[in-house]
């Protein structure tokens, strides 16, 4: 029975694909789009070519980022401001986004390395502007939170599965 309980474990960790909530945007980035929207200020000098994917191991807020994942190969996954990057909010990867959910999804598989040491518990997520440091844009939990253990397969969000809503 043991053996059969620890082939049903491995079977498990090695899917180890990641589901977001719908993540909101962060204060820092709502002011940011407000001054560029109504009051005139430039947003292209703070926005960069890529965004990148984070994982915390404690939740995030509007205001503060959680406590991100460190070690154990882990680092954030670039992906590029494209309409090849991001499903629009009317769901395909084409044409201006004319949707009413408000809500955005990755469009290609976001895979991070595979982990050569613990990661801990997962439970929430950033978008951040930067590759190390920088400003949070988004913030949101996991649907389910995963356990991220030396030597399981690499973590990934499946296409569509990290969701960020502008509209709430």
């Not at 460190?70 to 590029?80: F, K, L, M, N, T």
């Not at 290609?108 to 190390?132: C, K, M, R, Y």
């Not at 030597?151 to 502008?166: E, K, N, R, Y």
Request: charged fraction near 10%.
């Amino acid at each position: 029975m043991k053996t059969f309980k620890r082939i049903i474990l491995g079977l498990t960790l090695a899917v180890l694909t990641l589901t977001a909530s719908a993540g909101s945007m962060t204060n820092t980035y709502e002011n940011l789009i407000a001054d560029a929207l109504f009051r005139g200020q430039a947003l292209s000098s703070t926005v960069p070519a890529n965004l990148y994917v984070a994982l915390y191991t404690t939740a995030c807020t509007d205001a503060a980022r959680g406590t991100e994942v460190s070690g154990g190969s882990y680092a954030r996954i670039a992906v590029p401001r494209s309409l090849a990057a991001w499903l629009g909010t009317h769901g395909t990867a084409t044409g201006a986004s004319s949707g009413t959910t408000g809500t955005v999804a990755n469009a290609a598989i976001v895979q991070f390395a595979a982990p050569t040491g613990n990661w801990g518990s997962v439970t929430a997520f950033g978008i951040e502007d930067a590759l190390t440091g920088g400003n949070q844009v988004v913030c949101g939990n996991l649907t389910v939170p995963k356990t991220v253990n030396n030597q399981d397969s690499a973590p990934s969000f499946a296409i569509g599965a990290l969701t960020v809503q502008i509209d709430s």
